[in-house]
């Protein structure tokens, strides 16, 4: 190879050599004033007064400085400013420059913005410009136009605007406060993300803890995890929620708990649905209601779908249940297509095809209504085509019926039966000491009352001109031992495994599920 030839080829290499030195050099751009001096052996120069310093895009201001020339660093003070191209502009007090390394050091009343993102404020930053990454160590407070954040320590990513915040997390803004150990923000899509368990304070004072997901600020939606919030009233919890406060539409999912505190209620579901302007809460799959009662006898029932209204009217607030609803309680179960439970005086009414059983009776109507009082059941009202049934010790079927009955409770067992209008009644007659059967009674009368001892039938009273009639046993028809409309539905009655999902059946929510609802 000629000298000339290798000549050619060497140039080039050395002037890219050259110009990616130069790259890293410090240059002094002015200074009102230059001394030369040295320290430890190294020679530096003193800049005083409007000193500017340049390498590459990066631009520093100052009142004065010490300029490293052999070290290529830079140590500043006063006035400090770094500008990096026309989007990031940090000031502070202080500044330590490695060009080699092109780190900054700053301290002391730091402000690091990036243009039309964030600011943040630190007495102690830390500047990386080839990874664009600013750093803070004892407090700092990132503020953008929705949200001021502070923590402990944390940085933040320039170029992905991705701000990275740990220890005492705090975050303010005017709808809620959050609190956590560890949140990323990122100052451009105003979205934060949630990867350790955080407190979320709204301003209506109720309070939300989730495990993760994410907020985004600028249209109020949430995708998050495993989360449980309170309020004076409530408590809820679930697997995952999406939120969206625009619209106030809010959507839970995965065993997801609601608990009403003033009314004793707990409401269980795998999905539910609240709509906050129209005060509605739609909880289903899987759904059932636990109220506890005074005697700590807990009332439970489920529906396909359970449906809370609230209302600044207490009259207007209640809890609607529709299609294949069951209730169970150890001297109560039940069974309708349709419920509705008014919190303002503690009333269930039952619609379409109700049946209730306690103590071994039977009771059916067009309609049901039972009062609770004091947290335990106090009187319930059948309405049209009323029919109550309890079988003896010899399987025979003791009926009532009427056009309206109301039972009345005293404690867990029903006490007195009070029959109104088109009253019908088949009672078998047992002798008291051998109890076989002497008879059947049959009679009809406009109004009945039928008194109990411990949940079974003790005497009746028949008002208002009774037509009675005695049929001894050798002389029964079988088509005259039941009134019309008779039904027995025992085989139907629920138990607690029709009503109470177990704890083993509830199965944490699909990855796949929880990305979007």
């Not at 052999?70 to 006035?79: I, L, P, Q, Y």
């Not at 700092?140 to 220890?167: C, P």
Request: glycine letters at 6%.
């Amino acid at each position: 190879m000629s000298k000339r030839l290798l000549l050619a080829l060497c140039i080039p290499l050395l002037l890219t050599g050259l110009t990616a030195h130069a790259q890293k050099r410090v240059k002094i751009q002015n200074a009102d004033k230059l001394k030369g001096g040295s320290a430890n052996g190294e020679r530096f120069e003193r800049l005083l007064g409007n000193v500017v310093l340049t390498q590459n895009k990066t631009t520093i201001y100052c009142d004065s400085a010490y300029f490293y020339k052999s070290k290529n660093t830079v140590e500043a003070f006063g006035r400090v400013r770094i500008t990096e191209g026309d989007s990031v502009t940090i000031t502070a007090r202080r500044l330590d420059y490695d060009g080699n390394e092109k780190k900054a050091k700053l301290r002391n009343n730091v402000v690091f913005t990036k243009l039309a993102m964030a600011t943040l404020y630190t007495d102690h930053l830390d500047y990386e410009r080839p990874a664009n990454k600013a750093y803070y160590y004892n407090g700092g407070r990132l503020v953008d136009s929705i949200n001021v954040l502070t923590s402990q320590r944390g940085y933040y990513n320039v170029n992905s605007n991705l701000a990275s915040f740990k220890k005492n997390v705090v975050v303010v803004n005017p709808d809620y406060t959050m609190m956590s150990d560890s949140l990323q923000y990122n100052s451009r899509t105003k979205i934060i993300l949630f990867v350790a368990k955080t407190t979320v304070v709204n301003k209506d004072s109720s309070t939300f803890v989730y495990e993760g997901g994410q907020y985004d600020t600028k249209t109020k939606r949430s995708d998050l995890q495993q989360g449980a919030g309170e309020s004076p009233d409530y408590a809820i919890q679930g697997l995952q929620y999406d939120l969206d406060a625009v619209r106030s539409i809010y959507k839970i999912r995965g065993n997801v708990v609601m608990s009403s505190k003033k009314e004793n209620l707990i409401i269980h579901g795998q999905a539910s649905d609240y709509y906050k302007l129209r005060g509605i809460t739609k909880i289903y799959n899987n759904a059932f209601i636990a109220k506890v009662t005074d005697d700590q006898d807990t009332l439970y029932m489920t529906a396909d779908t359970l449906v809370s209204i609230e209302s600044n009217d207490p009259a207007k607030k209640r809890i609607l249940a529709y299609h294949n609803v069951k209730i169970f309680k150890k001297n109560l179960q039940g069974k309708a297509d349709s419920l509705e439970y008014r919190a303002s005086d503690s009333t269930l009414f039952f619609y379409t095809n109700p049946v209730l059983w306690t103590e071994g009776n039977q009771m059916t109507a067009d309609s049901i209504r039972m009062l609770i009082k004091r947290n335990t059941i106090d009187k319930i009202v059948m309405v049209g085509n009323s029919f109550v049934i309890s079988r003896d010790t010899l399987l025979n079927f003791n009926q009532i019926k009427g056009r309206r009955m109301t039972a009345e409770f005293n404690g867990k067992q029903i006490n007195r039966v009070f029959v109104e209008g088109n009253g019908e009644s088949i009672y078998f007659a047992l002798d008291d000491k051998t109890l076989a059967l002497i008879g059947m009674n049959k009679i009809i009368c406009s109004n009945i009352i039928i008194r109990f001892k411990e949940g079974r039938v003790n005497n009746l009273t028949f008002l208002v001109k009774p037509e009675a009639n005695f049929v001894p046993p050798h002389e029964f028809i079988t088509e005259e031992k039941t009134l019309k409309g008779f039904l027995w539905k025992e085989d139907e009655k629920p138990s607690k495994t029709d009503v109470v999902k177990k704890p083993d059946q509830e199965q944490p929510l699909p990855q796949s599920a929880r990305k979007r609802l």
